[in-house]
Nanobody, 115 residues
Framework: QVQLVESGGDLVQPGGSLRLSCAAS????????MGWYRQAPGKPRELVAL???????NYADSVKGRFTISRDNAKNTVYLQMNSLKPEDTAVYYC?????????WGQGTQVTVSS
């Protein structure tokens, strides 16, 4: 069992930056692939960024070059650094932990990009 708690969501102006954090507890964090997903109103949840247990990363085309995912296994935390934010980045951002058939979600944190 893994418990995930996201933080860092906020209201930010276009062009601004935010860093989201996801603190994990309850299992061996380093063995899980970790991802950030987002869901905007009326739209399906989509993958934003993924970092494997081995440290490989993958990004949605819409955020490449602007967002960076990283993990600190000593702190059981995964981060999403978001730069050059756009209004279309507005969504609830969810942290995800996955290993084989196991999948866990956090409760989400709201990111709003607006002037």
């Amino acid at each position: 069992q893994v418990q995930l708690v996201e933080s860092g969501g906020d209201l930010v102006q276009p062009g601004g930056s935010l860093r989201l954090s996801c603190a994990a507890s309850g299992s061996i964090f380093s063995m899980y692939n970790m991802g950030w997903y987002r869901q905007a109103p009326g739209k399906p949840r989509e993958l934003v960024a993924l970092i494997t247990s081995g440290g490989r990363t993958n990004y949605a085309d819409s955020v490449k070059g602007r967002f960076t995912i990283s993990r600190d296994n000593a702190k059981n935390t995964v981060y999403l650094q978001m730069n050059s934010l756009k209004p279309e980045d507005t969504a609830v951002y969810y942290c995800n932990a996955e290993r084989y058939s196991l999948r866990y979600w956090g409760q989400g944190t709201q990111v709003t990009v607006s002037s």
